[in-house]
């Protein structure tokens, strides 16, 4: 089966830059996936690593370590729109994205 | 981008009685969806695996008699939770890949059910 882990809850104020690590475990690793999600809201994808590297998406990046079965998201100049809980998820071989396990998630408040 | 969207946002109903949820691509056709719980401040969970034209696969532990999924087509997926009680309050998000193996999950908006 698989496995994740990730920091429960992590604070930071406005302007600063966060990261939040996750680690798996899992056989056949096909990809690690973050997710935001706001209270009350559904998921929101975020960003996709399938091999090593960061990945940048505007503010946020991804980095994989597929060796070290650790990842991580990088928040830059946060903002107070950025507290929500952020989920890692991974998927593996032979399966569709849907079945990806999700970690329980980390809670990120942003205060001024 | 792939849309996905979920009908009712809310819904709260007496025990015993069944609640349908409809979850809809809007812009691409999903063989496959998929149907997530989500408690307070917990991860998501997966319910089961959606397929066009076939039985949903469900996940160990979730009852395929009350929780009853049918896919009729290519872009529409229902969850019917049924003879519901106060422990199937939650969160349920369904959601669908882009359309190609690589693409990311992409979430309706959920369905907060309470059962009262």
């Known amino acids: 089966g698989q496995s994740l882990e990730q920091p429960s809850e992590v604070t930071a104020v406005e302007g600063a830059i966060v990261q939040i690590n996750c680690t798996y475990q899992t056989s056949g690793f096909y990809g690690l996936s973050w997710y935001q999600q706001h209270d009350g809201g559904a998921p929101t994808f975020l960003s996709y690593?399938?091999?090593?590297g960061l990945e940048e998406t505007g503010r946020f990046s991804s980095f994989l370590s597929r060796s070290d079965s650790y990842g991580y998201l990088l928040l830059q100049e946060l903002q107070m729109k950025d507290s929500a809980s952020y989920f890692c998820a991974v998927r593996s071989l032979n399966t569709n994205a849907g079945k990806s396990t999700f970690g329980d998630g980390t809670t990120l408040t942003v205060k001024p | 981008g792939a849309v996905v969207s979920q009908h009712p946002s809310w819904v709260i109903c007496k025990s015993g009685t069944s609640v349908k949820i409809e979850c809809r691509s809007l812009d691409f056709q999903a063989t496959t969806m998929f149907w997530y719980r989500q408690f307070p401040k917990q991860s998501l969970m997966l319910m089961a695996t959606s397929n066009e034209g076939s039985k949903a696969t469900y996940e160990q532990g979730v009852e395929k008699d009350k929780f009853l999924i049918n896919h009729a087509s290519l872009t529409l997926s229902t969850l019917t939770v049924t003879s519901a009680h106060p422990e199937d309050s939650s969160f349920y998000i369904c959601s669908a890949s882009g359309g190609s193996d690589n693409s990311p999950l992409h979430f309706g908006n959920g369905t907060r059910l309470t059962v009262t």
């Open positions: 690593n399938a091999l090593d």
